[in-house]
């Protein structure tokens, strides 16, 4: 199987918080799956290069209302994480947990969401969607 991942942001988001949100979710995604980070090497003049990720990791965008709909398109996929708007309210992470605990999720807003799977169901979802710019 051919495993395809992807990053999908709002498309309203300010660069900066964009970069932070992927950043979020692509550290969920090395927890998750460690074996997608590969092994450490270093360079000839001796400076040892942690791993990165061993797969490409395209950051797509959609208007933000479309993103609840493609999370639960994604819901037989091996790999789903949302990122919700109660993250970056919330003052500290005890302070997330509680929000998103006392909210149902259908009344939460993502901001991203990260999706990994067969290559063919994850095109299936998003495979229409731009690149982030």
């Not at 040892?48 to 990720?53: P, Q, W």
């Not at 959609?62 to 609840?68: I, M, V």
């Not at 309210?89 to 009344?107: H, K, N, Q």
């Amino acid at each position: 199987m051919s495993m395809k991942t992807v990053i999908v942001l709002s498309n309203h988001l300010p660069a900066g918080l964009a970069v932070n949100f992927a950043a979020v979710l692509g550290m969920s995604l090395g927890k998750h799956v460690p074996d997608l980070v590969g092994s450490d090497t270093t360079s000839a003049d001796g400076i040892l290069l942690k791993g990165i990720t061993t797969v490409p990791l395209p950051i797509l965008s959609a208007p933000e209302s479309d993103l609840p709909g493609l999370f639960d398109a994604a819901e037989e996929l091996p790999i789903r994480f949302a990122y919700m708007r109660a993250a970056f309210e919330a003052s500290d992470y005890a302070d997330y947990m509680l929000r998103i605990t006392s909210t149902a999720f259908g009344e939460q807003l993502p901001k991203g969401i990260l999706l990994a799977g067969p290559r063919r169901a994850v095109d299936r979802i998003c495979g229409q969607l731009p690149l982030l710019r």
